[in-house]
């Protein structure tokens, strides 16, 4: 080709490729900029997660350890319980015999004073 024959037109149209393509490569590079930090982001919740997740973990292990202990002194005192209340039970018949009982001879006694 000579300078004769020199097409502007085509050179506009090979500048106008070139800067398609450069805006292309532009895009494409923010792109993968954003993916980059949207990743990372993504990868940041996660260890947040596995960090709160092994915390929680922790914490119900520690708690059932708690509980198991306690079921022992829980189940003590139940037994307490139900035999405090069967004591409570008897020392009440007891007292109404009792009291039955002190009721008559005060009964008896007040029929012998006044000579009934």
């Known amino acids: 080709m000579s300078a004769s024959e020199f097409d502007p037109r085509m050179h506009q149209q090979m ?10 490569q532009d895009a494409f590079h923010r792109s ?31 708690v059932t350890a708690d509980v198991s202990e306690m079921r022992p002194v829980t189940d003590d005192v139940k037994r307490w319980k139900l035999m405090g209340l069967g004591a409570l039970g008897v020392i009440g ?10 009721a008559e001879a005060i009964r008896r006694i007040a029929n012998v004073i006044t000579g009934h």
């Open 32 to 62: 993968e900029a954003k993916s980059d930090a949207s990743r990372a982001a993504m990868h940041a919740r996660m260890d947040q997660l596995v960090d709160r997740v092994g915390k929680v973990e922790g914490a119900v292990t520690a």
């Open 15 to 24: 500048g106008e490729v070139l800067a398609g393509l450069r805006n292309l």
């Open 93 to 102: 018949i007891g007292g109404m015999a009792m009291g039955v009982t002190f």
